[in-house]
């Protein structure tokens, strides 16, 4: 049994796709819980916000659930060819809110699952956070699911990276 943290980093067809990844891993009997970026509101990282006590958000309940988890699947929208704001704000917040080597050992090999509901197929976001997350450390697994308009998230794909991800 695993526990995994599926964090989406929108409210809308990505955060539908983070709770079948969630049903899924939870049907194969793993632990799954979903943190939506967009609901936590985080204000935008700034180094004089996170320098000021009174502007620098609380993020301790994110910070345990992805120090709890064997394993995150991140799913995010394509946004101009990259990253979208929460995320990249989510993770300047992380890295500043605690010390380097708290913030080394929460994302030193991490095993990582990458997934995208985007406009077009979402192959930039993809590529994106993949060096992102394995910048900071992640193991970040070879298969992706990517979805779009046109294109349907595909279950086998899932189910393959709860798999491999849960190992
Ligand atoms: C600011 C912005 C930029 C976008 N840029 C892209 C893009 O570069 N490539 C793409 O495929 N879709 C792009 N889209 C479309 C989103 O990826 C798509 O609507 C996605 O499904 C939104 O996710 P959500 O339903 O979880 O909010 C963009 C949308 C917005 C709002």
């Known amino acids: ?22 049903s899924t891993a939870i049907a194969k009997g793993h632990d799954a819980n979903v943190v939506d970026l ?44 990259s990253i979208p704001p929460t995320l990249n704000n989510a993770l300047a917040w992380l890295s500043t809110t605690m010390d380097w080597q708290s913030f080394r050992a929460l994302c030193t090999g991490k095993p990582v699952g990458l997934a995208t509901h985007s406009g077009g197929g979402g192959a930039h976001v993809i590529m994106a956070m993949r060096q992102q997350f394995s910048y900071i450390g992640a193991d970040v697994i070879g298969r992706a699911c990517m979805s779009g308009r046109d294109k349907e998230a595909n279950p086998e794909t899932i189910d393959a990276m709860i798999d491999n991800l849960a190992r």
């Open 1 to 22: 049994m695993a526990r995994f943290l599926m964090i989406t980093a929108t409210s809308g067809t990505n955060r539908e796709l983070a709770d079948i990844f969630a």
């Open 38 to 81: 967009v609901e936590m509101d985080l204000p935008m990282f700034t180094v004089a916000r996170s320098e000021d006590p009174e502007e620098t958000p609380d993020i301790s309940a994110l910070v345990s659930a992805m120090s709890q988890a064997d394993a995150w699947v991140v799913i995010a929208p394509e946004y101009n060819g």
